[in-house]
């Protein structure tokens, strides 16, 4: 399998820590390739219709893209249970995509500041998009923390890198303010070796 690949992406290093945390690093290829929203990958043509990374080309099927598939993907091969069975499934589900929303504003306040001319960025949506990661925060640090604290699965993966791609890219406007126990808990799952190794710089 080939894992189309940039190590700044936060969708990218979710499927990077899960393949370190089930053990599936040396069954995928990882190919880097450089793209955004104005330049898509060339790599990707013919492959990935969204031109978006991740992307897993699979010998034996199409290519998956999104990182919710990729992840649920790999955790089924390996069967080590990180999208667990029974109800504890669509907590699992609810904390990746509230943290893959977190990722979502983030990405499009980078985008906005990095790709749009400076005299055309618009002040008010930016600070919509962080008043979301801010919801975001608030909700994880007030009702999360007992599951996040618990067993590892894909939710705590999802939400350690979202919580990293905004110390990357909008550590200015601290998620931490007012999120004690979040803080706290990112600062021991930070430490893991999966989450050292994938550890974006720049």
Not at 2 to 24: D, N
Not at 98 to 123: H, N, V
Not at 186 to 195: C, G, H, L, T, V
């Amino acid at each position: 399998m080939k894992l189309y690949h940039s190590p700044t992406s936060p969708y990218v290093r979710k499927v990077m820590v899960l393949l370190h945390e089930t053990g599936q690093l040396e069954d995928v290829e990882v190919l880097n390739v450089a793209t955004t929203p104005l330049a898509p990958a060339d790599e990707l043509q013919g492959k990935v219709p969204l031109r978006r990374i991740p992307a897993l080309e699979r010998p034996d099927g199409p290519t998956l893209f999104d990182s919710r598939v990729i992840c649920a993907f790999l955790d089924a091969r390996a069967k080590t249970g990180m999208y667990p069975e029974g109800t504890g499934r669509w907590d699992v589900l609810t904390l990746e995509a509230l943290a893959d929303g977190i990722l979502d504003s983030a990405l499009g306040m980078t985008y906005e500041a990095r790709l749009r001319p400076e005299d055309k960025q618009w002040d008010t949506w930016l600070d919509a998009q962080w008043g979301k990661i801010e919801r975001a925060c608030a909700a994880l640090n007030q009702r999360w923390m007992a599951h996040l604290s618990g067993p590892l699965d894909m939710g705590q993966v999802a939400v350690a890198c979202a919580l990293g791609y905004l110390d990357l890219r909008h550590d200015a406007r601290n998620w931490r303010k007012g999120n004690d126990a979040l803080s706290e808990w990112f600062a021991e799952f930070n430490e893991r070796p999966s989450m050292v190794s994938t550890r974006p710089e720049g």
